[in-house]
């Protein structure tokens, strides 16, 4: 009311400029998106994501046994091991995402007090992982460079996973991404479980 100006200097631009906002993972843009629009898609979102990455895992898993015949019964098994990877993606989002809240709620547990607050930094994490959308244009414009390419995306993600715990819970840099890396040592201890449990079958 003092200076007569809007607190939020995004309300009156462009929605392309403030997506290209967020996509450099500028913390003023995370902030207008989280707190000062009314966006529902992060369950959509999450679920479109989860496909992606079960779509790339299924995809290299073909790679590796590359007798297709189209009338072979082997076909519809391959079917059901993109639901595995699917589910294998889950497993590995949960755990991450379990560990970042663990890390956090240890760090810092007058951040996480109620409810509300768990459910805000639940959808700024899932809204943030966006990035994992480019799984899709990467495989399908197959290069050499595609393995470099998916770990560019998961350095984006990653970065932009510490942009949303950064402006949820307005903390400096450091705490989000020790929160990140014990996520990270969560989910690989999940799969390297996931993995022994597979090779004793």
Known sequence: KSCQKPVDKYIEYDPVIILIN??????????????????????????????C???????????SSQNIDPDDLI??????????MFGIASLEQTSFLVGIFIALWQMRPEMLKTKSDFILLLKALLLSSYG???LIPAVIWEHDYTPLCLMLIK????????QAI????????TLPWLAIFIGLVLENGVVCLFQKMEWNV
Request: net charge positive; charged share 20%; with cysteine.
């Open 132 to 134: 994992k959308l480019l």
């Open 53 to 63: 990455e079960a779509y790339l895992r299924w995809l290299q898993l073909q790679d």
């Open 22 to 51: 967020a996509i450099l993972c500028k913390a003023q843009a995370y902030r207008h998106i989280l707190f000062n629009t009314k966006i529902n898609i992060h369950g959509k979102l999450c679920i479109f994501c989860l496909l």
């Open 155 to 162: 350095v984006f993600v990653l970065t932009s996973n510490s």
């Open 75 to 84: 076909r519809y098994a391959k079917e059901w091991d993109f639901y595995r």
């Open 166 to 173: 950064r402006v949820t819970l307005n903390l400096n840099r």
